[in-house]
């Protein structure tokens, strides 16, 4: 009994598994929230605790770490992530160029509603990798080596319909837009203003004319 009651985690545990689930997608919301405005390093687990309502000692029931916490928020960023690539980026009602300039659309219009405070999450961390866990990283790059994969594919859509130069390589430009991108998102952040993301998409987009 001693050993058991040892192995217990701190704070109150979740009355049934169903509600634990929906604790730890709130806590998660929430990260995201807070990492997206303001970094890993300057947000607090009493913060995000406190903004979802839970009790101080039950983290560790939701996450064995602080670490484990963020390697979760990284995962659950890139499902959300893909899943809107994938919405825009495959809609066969628009043209492969169309769908390009219509994520940059939605994204810039996403920075609008939250006044451009909130950035991107994996781009946020790879700007503190210096101080985040080893294991972020390789976890950070798989994301963008996503993300670049499904732009690449787009683009030789764009190719086969004859909208983009046959003669650009789709992964290197693919890659190209992803540095691009974060860089322009970061100044976005800094000025509070579109114009950083339009410099950028407009220089982009030049470069990819047949």
Known sequence: MAAETAKRRRGRPPKSESGRNATRAALLRAGLEALTAKGFSATGIDEVLGSVGVPKGSFYHYFASKEAFGAALIDSYARYFSGKLDRILCNERRT?????????????????RHDYSRGCLVGNLGQEMGALPSAYRHQLM????????????????????????ATIDADRTAQFFWIGWEGAVLRAKLEVSPEPLRV??????????P
Do not use: K, N, Y
């Open 96 to 112: 492969p160029l169309q769908r390009l300039h219509d994520f940059v659309e939605d994204a810039e219009a996403g920075m609008a």
């Open 142 to 165: 798989d994301v963008f080596d996503d993300w670049q994969r499904r732009t690449a594919d787009c683009l030789r859509a764009g190719q086969e319909a004859g909208e983009i130069a």
């Open 200 to 209: 950028f998409a407009e220089g982009f987009f030049h470069g990819l004319r």
